[in-house]
């Protein structure tokens, strides 16, 4: 079983920074991809930031030169810095990875529960 697990959302003023992490675990054999998307209210979900395993990087023009996903590939745990938080960046922030659970499994996706980031004076 794999899982996981996101943390590090809150709330946050207009022009301030998060961290957000996420944290695989479970029965892992090896991780492709990892990103990070998110679901504003009322909204489809939409990709924020991608990472592969050899480290680059793809964002979606909203957030170019704002946020900054990297990972730790010894601790499955990939991140996500924004800096310079807007109302609009208000959303469910849900991780992902390509995971494969055994050396006989291919790659499926996998999502976290998501963490809430709330941008507001």
């Known amino acids: 079983q794999v899982q996981l697990v996101e943390s590090g959302g809150g709330l946050v003023q207009p022009g301030g920074s998060l961290r957000l992490s996420c944290a695989a675990s479970?029965?892992?054999?090896?991780?492709?991809?990892m990103g990070w998307y998110r679901q504003p209210p009322g909204k489809e979900r939409e990709l924020v930031a991608t990472?592969?395993?050899?480290?680059?990087?793809n964002y979606a023009d909203s957030v170019k030169g704002r946020f900054t996903i990297s990972r730790d590939n010894a601790k499955n745990t990939v991140y996500l810095q924004m800096n310079s938080l807007k109302p609009e960046d208000t959303a469910g922030y849900y991780c992902?990875?390509?995971?494969?659970?055994?050396?006989?499994?291919?790659?499926?996706?996998?999502w976290g529960q998501g963490t809430q980031v709330t941008v507001s004076s």
């Open positions: 992902n990875g390509a995971i494969a659970p055994s050396s006989r499994s291919l790659y499926r996706d996998y």
């Open positions: 479970g029965s892992i054999f090896r991780i492709n991809g």
């Open positions: 990472i592969t395993s050899g480290g680059l990087t």
